[in-house]
């Protein structure tokens, strides 16, 4: 099959280190494997990572501020509006998802691709794919990892939240099928959807690479490296921002470190919470037993998770965690037990005193407990990491790939002229 994967979203460099970038890349190289023919049509390609084995086709925004000013014009806006940086950026994305609508078909026609299939990940203000798939006749795969909206007027300000409603609605009627990574986030999508969901929507987690994550591979090399010696090492691994817990990570390590001195914390990763996080450990006298490496790219995490002993996911408690946390099933693979709280899909990736341990959500000091136990208990933490790699078996991007496709195609419709 030739597949169209299509990122819309300039948030999400396709060769970056986000769990997203690492996301869309996992599953273009994985339907490669399966034999299928990509063209990866994006908005940013971004840098850090080799590109995957697929026509990769940037089309970035080229919005002219006549655009803009004609955008405004109609939602009756004065021009001055476009000096709120928020709603100039919300402006620029609408425009540019009313280019895509002609640009990517003429970007394929170019190559000479014609797709038999359109894989879509949702993204913010986009609707064009609905437009792109009926202008080429094909089916479109729709993707949804995350309540869009809700994320962006929580953490980042949303002016035309009107514009961002209706084109998701658009979006998800206008797809053919709708793969969600989570139950909760399958559940938004119905209740945007009300009755016209029926069977279209489905949850299809987040995968792993098990070849590429093997256990301790690397290890040896990696602790002396940062002169870890006999430490018992706790790996953090994602973004520094507020609702990945960060505080509640600094609080419980401020308080491990006096139960148990020979502990570290190597927290990989960036964001905004990051310079706040390193200097509040560094003023409690901490800072010799923490490794702060900042962003690694994502072909060198095996190794960083190889050189921990255990991981931590301290995701603050939320009503609808959505989640499906690409860094936990990494850790599983690698043969790393994970902590974390019993919130969302992580109690179904996580079988407490088995493959890792659950606390109760926002609990710092069931958290410390749960932490301390498999410090102390080496023999224990062993058997669980060899309990989560098994685990992690069962999320391989291959068959993860496979499935999405041929369940993309039967709702869609269509019998797949492929193998899955």
């Keep these: 099959m030739k597949l169209l994967y299509f990122n819309p979203d300039r948030g999400i460099p396709v060769l970056g280190d986000k769990g997203a970038s690492v996301h ?52 009756g806006l004065a021009l001055p509006f476009l000096e709120d940086p928020v709603a100039r950026r919300e402006l620029a994305r609408i425009a540019h998802d009313r280019a895509l609508v002609h640009a990517v078909p003429a970007a394929l026609a170019r190559a000479g691709f014609q797709p038999d299939m359109i894989y879509e990940r949702h993204a913010l203000f986009h609707s064009s794919g609905v437009a792109i798939a009926r202008a080429l006749d094909l089916p479109r795969v729709l993707e949804v990892n995350a309540p869009l909206i809700v994320e962006q007027r929580r953490f980042r300000g949303l002016v035309f939240e009107d514009a961002a409603r209706a084109a998701e609605a658009a979006s998800y009627r206008g797809a053919d099928a709708i793969l969600t990574v989570s139950d909760a986030v399958a559940d938004q999508v119905r209740l945007v959807l009300g009755r016209d969901a029926g069977e279209r929507v489905r949850v299809v987690p987040n995968g792993v690479d098990p070849d590429r994550f093997q256990p301790d591979v690397g290890r040896a090399t990696m602790r002396a490296r940062l002169g870890l010696g006999a430490a018992p090492t706790i790996g953090f691994f994602g973004s520094f921002k507020p609702w990945h817990g960060i505080a509640m990570l600094g609080e419980v390590f401020r308080a491990l470190a006096v139960t148990h001195p020979a502990a570290r914390l190597l927290a990989v990763g960036e964001g905004p919470e990051h310079a706040a996080f390193r200097d509040g450990l560094g003023a409690a006298g901490l800072a010799d037993r923490l490794v702060l490496p900042g962003r690694v790219p994502h072909a060198d995490v095996p190794a960083w998770l190889a050189a921990c002993d255990l991981t ?60 301390g136990d498999l410090i102390d208990d080496p023999a224990a933490r062993a058997a669980m990491g060899r309990a989560a790699h098994r685990r992690a078996a069962g999320f391989g991007w291959a068959r993860i790939v496979a499935d999405a496709l041929a369940l993309g195609a039967a709702l869609a419709g269509r019998q797949p002229a492929w193998p899955a």
């Design 312 to 371: 931590i996911a301290p995701y603050l408690p939320q009503q609808d965690f959505y989640f499906s946390p690409l860094k936990v099933v990494e850790s599983l693979a690698a043969g790393r037990p994970v902590v974390a709280p019993a919130l969302g899909q992580l109690t179904t990736l996580i079988d407490d005193g088995i493959n890792g341990r659950l606390y109760r959500p926002g609990d710092a000091g069931d958290c410390l407990r749960a932490l």
């Design 24 to 75: 869309v890349r996992a599953f273009v190289e994985a339907a490669r494997r399966l034999g299928h023919e990509v063209a990866l049509v994006c908005t940013a390609r971004g840098a850090g990572n080799p590109p995957p084995d697929a026509l990769l086709i940037e089309l970035a925004p080229a919005t002219s501020p006549a655009a803009l000013e004609a955008l405004c014009a109609e939602r």
